[in-house]
């Protein structure tokens, strides 16, 4: 099967959870994560992932009915930590079928082929050194 597919598939959800955004206010889901505040969040995401992923998984019946996820407060945080998550699947699968595609010859041309759509829809890496230990950029 085409990673295509998933692709579509995964944009459909990112869409079905910015839809239940505009459900209970991005406004209201701003000033509620603000309150938080952003190491709050992050330990959130962080520590609580099966939760978030469970709720992407869910079909929006699915979400609706399960007794744990309901309330204002609930509902947000999972729909924007699973929106967080979904739009990074998005980016990961985009990269996934240009390389599918793509695809051609040796697996070092598949490498190099896959580090320059990389670079090209992410720019340099974040971390500019690669190995452990004394990096000469964290002074």
Request: hydrophobic share 40%; aromatic share 8%.
């Amino acid at each position: 099967m085409s990673l295509k597919y998933d692709l579509v598939s995964a944009r459909n959800i990112c869409r079905e959870l910015e839809q239940s955004g505009q459900e209970f206010g991005v406004e209201f889901a701003s000033a509620l994560l603000a309150g938080l505040g952003k190491e709050n969040w992050v330990k959130m995401l962080q520590d609580n992932r099966a939760d978030f992923l469970a709720y992407l998984h869910a079909t929006p019946s699915q979400r609706k009915r399960k007794a744990a996820w309901k309330g204002d407060r609930m509902q947000v945080v999972l729909s924007v930590g699973a929106l967080l998550l979904a739009r990074r699947a998005v980016r990961y699968l985009e990269i996934a079928s240009a390389i599918e595609e793509q695809r051609s010859g040796t697996s070092r041309e598949a490498v190099n082929e896959t580090a320059e759509l990389a670079f090209q829809r992410e720019g340099i890496p974040r971390s500019l050194w690669p190995f452990p230990g004394n990096n000469p950029f964290s002074m």
